[in-house]
């Protein structure tokens, strides 16, 4: 039985209506009992209703769990605590640091249990783990890894909250194995994503590929960057000092409460035409150098089909902590209709700044 926790949120749907699609049976599940069973109803799936203190019970049956309910720095803990319990296999789409550090520091229990843990199933981080995965595979002695997405123009209200509860906090970066706090957008550079832009300005920012590209590859020194309109790199600078108000919880309570009320995610329209763009590389071995870039599907669009195969076939992962990539290879995110993977040719677009 494989089952989605979270099954009626935005990014949820779309799952959920992927599964529909490819026929794929699913049990639909959440804390909303409204929202369940209209769902449910709606698809003629299975609803389970239940919160997160009542995870056990809820997960109870399930060979797969897939948790869609963000933020999931909220939400992970008892449901992997659930999983581990039951033997469940636990996925999620989370794009969080800290959810990927404390999921990865649980693989000996995992292991111990015989549960594959795989968070980050979605854009990010398959598309930017499975190129780390490939650009690592074609350098001798891997040493500095560099990725950079392109910033999406319209986010889900949980990714809105996610962006909200990241405000006022330190980037992060990994320097020779470690996790490395840096403040926010430390440092740009350029990149270009192939898309008739040429290169852009990119700035660092914390994604979960610290943790999961480490993983994947074995490199020691990360960084990763997103292509941030102005306005909102002017306003990442500017929080290394106004971090105390940003992190206030009134702050944070009136952002939420707007980003919910904002935030609607791409329509139908915007998930068929708009792309995903990442880019990547890898240094080794006498400053060898490869760079290479992919371009997927709308972001939100790519994750319903991301997290819909990878819920499909995570009994085939060896148990304990997984990445996309190690679960099912740096090429699964190319096994997608619509993702080109090109290598760029390595000139000037090549910086040196370690």
């Known amino acids: 039985m494989l089952l989605i926790y979270g099954s009626y949120g935005y990014t949820g749907r779309l ?12 049990v639909v599940a959440g804390r909303d009992t409204e929202k369940v069973e209209k ?17 056990e019970e809820g997960v109870e049956g399930a060979d797969s769990v897939l948790n ?31 959810v990927f550090e404390s999921i990865a520091c649980r693989d000996g229990e995992a292991r111990d249990a ?9 854009f990010d981080v398959v598309p930017s783990d499975c190129l780390a995965a490939y650009l690592a595979d074609g350098v001798e002695e891997s040493s500095y890894l560099a990725l950079a997405l392109r910033s999406l123009p ?25 996790l490395q706090e840096v403040p926010p957008a430390w440092k740009t550079r350029h990149a270009d994503f192939g898309d008739g832009r040429g290169k852009v300005e990119v700035t660092t920012m914390p994604l979960g590929d ?51 009320a904002v935030a609607e995610g791409p329509d139908e329209k915007e998930r068929v035409e708009e792309t995903g763009n990442v880019w990547g590389e890898v240094r080794g071995k006498d400053d060898e150098t490869k760079i290479a870039r992919l371009r997927t599907p709308e972001p939100y669009a790519l994750t ?29 995110i190319v096994e997608f209709e619509g993702v080109e993977r090109e290598d760029v040719e390595v000139g000037a677009e090549v910086e040196v700044d370690m």
Do not use: M
């Not at 319903?304 to 290879?329: H, I, K, M």
């Open 154 to 178: 319209n986010v889900s209200p949980g990714t809105a909250r996610t962006v909200v509860e990241s405000l006022g906090k330190n980037g992060v970066v990994r320097r020779d194995g470690e």
């Open 15 to 26: 799952v959920v209506e992927e599964c529909e699609r490819r026929g794929v049976d699913v």
């Open 114 to 122: 015989d549960v594959t843990l795989v968070p980050g199933v979605g």
């Open 304 to 332: 319903a089909r991301t997290a819909t195969a990878a819920l499909e076939r995570v009994d085939e992962a060896a148990s304990g902590y997984q990445t996309p990539a190690t679960a099912f290879g740096a090429d699964f």
């Open 68 to 98: 869609c309910a963000g933020p999931f720095s909220k939400t992970h803990g008892a449901l992997v605590d659930a999983c581990l319990e039951e033997g469940a296999d636990y996925l999620d789409i989370t794009g969080e640091v800290d």
């Open 39 to 55: 769902q449910a109803e709606r698809w003629g799936y299975e609803g389970r209703v239940f919160s997160l203190d009542g995870a």
């Open 210 to 260: 610290v943790v999961t590209a480490y993983r994947s590859t074995g490199i020691e020194n990360i960084e990763c960057y997103v292509d941030l309109p102005r306005p909102a790199r002017l306003l990442a600078r500017t929080s290394r000092y106004t971090a105390p108000l940003l992190r206030a919880k009134p702050t944070q309570s009136l952002l939420k409460t707007i980003a919910d």
